[in-house]
């Protein structure tokens, strides 16, 4: 663990190291606020390795190495200190504890975590606490702001490698054009062939299981393997697995293309097996979403996939999200949104399976008119004479506002001043209240212009 970490601090403080390197005449030349943390012999030399302190506390990044010839007794030095200014004080506010629990909310494992109160560098430097993490499934490094208790940064320390997955991507009806697919228990066969896609599974922990910074797979009898290729068909349990780690991290990976670096960015618990009834959840306080297997395979449909991890979203960006009819009906029209808006670069939009028809493979098992969807957001309902109080139903209203905001900005605008909208929903919020919240986030992010068409499409819902 800790080589890793030298050898890291090595690489990355290269450029200064080069210019650096120097010879003195005495091997007891290292200077002050420094700890020794390390010796090691080597054929030629005696190498002694400093960790940086200031303070008396060490210092991120910063190291300081000596190497003693054996022969000549002449030393060279490797220098990677950091410069640290104007740190406020050297007292935490926050404690280790809290430090501990903060850390472990965002890394996955929480065993023995350790706590060290450590020097960000720069200048102002600042007190930070650096939490090591042995997960289980490799270490995970956190450093929490020790006066804010704001994590300021979340680190895998095992690398990370990608791998080989065999999926349906949005699904085989979309990819088929084809809405006559039924699910036939389960059984693969010729006709799916061309629906199947080889994509990269991205930062994959080593493991070999599904295991990665933005998806983590807790099904049972979970498929591993030691090359990474995970390569099923829709009859075998780890199809379902092998394309929830890829859609829940291909969301992830657009999320933080669109500059959000804290929206759910986790490794997310989800599981396909499990549930055998026809439907999928997120579970808010063990945040982790279950894909059940009734019908189609729920995560044979990335659309399904899609409408559950947002469901995570809203619950990583306020706490205790949805607690109200209203609230948890956003929640519902958001997923199916953000399913439409995922799904938007692999699929085709046309008349046989329109862009607006969310679920298309997975509501062939309980809809009987084509286009086959699980709800669409293109709906024409009007609040709030169409309210029925039940939260799918109603989310409609809120699915077509947000699809109409997606049509007057685009994709790339229209989601980022909704994700960054929903960071002021509170968790009992209004349909009115979070229009307005996206209206001002528009006006924020893009000016007046965007923001009026935001409220016209909510004024057309009768939201606004
Ligand atoms: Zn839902």
Known sequence: MAKRRWATATVAGAAAIAGTLMATPHAQAAPRNLKLVATKQSLLAKH?????????HPVLGGFYATHVDRRTGKTTVTDGRVKVSGLAHSNAAVGADRAR???????????????????????PARLAWEVLDDTGHGSVRTVV????????S??????????????????????????SLTDNNNADSAVFGPAYKTVTLKNLDGTGYL??????????????????????????????????????TSTQEYIQSLGFSDVNNEPQ???????????????????????GTGGVDDAEDAEVIWHEYGHAIQDAQVPGYGTTKESSAIGEGFGDYWAYTNSKPVSQDTATTPLACIGDWDATSYTSTTPHCLRRVDGTKHYPQDMAGEVHADGEIWSRALYDIHAALGRTESDTLILESQFSYAPNTTFAAAAQATVNAANSLYGAAAADSVRTAFVNRGIL
């Open 269 to 291: 618990d989800y599981r396909t097996t499990g549930l055998t009834a026809d439907n999928s959840n997120y579970d808010g306080p063990t945040d982790k979403i279950t894909f």
């Open 101 to 123: 629990s903060l850390a472990a909310a965002r890394s996955h494992g929480r065993k023995n975590l350790r706590a060290t109160l450590s020097v960000v560098p720069g200048s």
């Open 211 to 248: 295991r990665g910074p933005s998806a983590y797979n807790v099904s049972r009898k979970q498929v591993s393997s030691s090359s990474n290729s995970f390569l099923y068909n829709r009859s075998q349990d780890g199809f379902e697995q092998t394309m929830a780690y890829h859609a829940i």
């Open 154 to 179: 979340s680190k895998s320390m095992v690398k990370e490698i990608d791998g080989t997955g065999k999926v349906f991507s949005p699904n085989a009806v979309v990819t088929l054009q084809n809405e």
């Open 48 to 56: 002694y390795w400093y960790k940086q302190t200031y303070q008396g």
């Open 145 to 152: 702001d020790a006066d804010s208790g704001k994590v300021l």
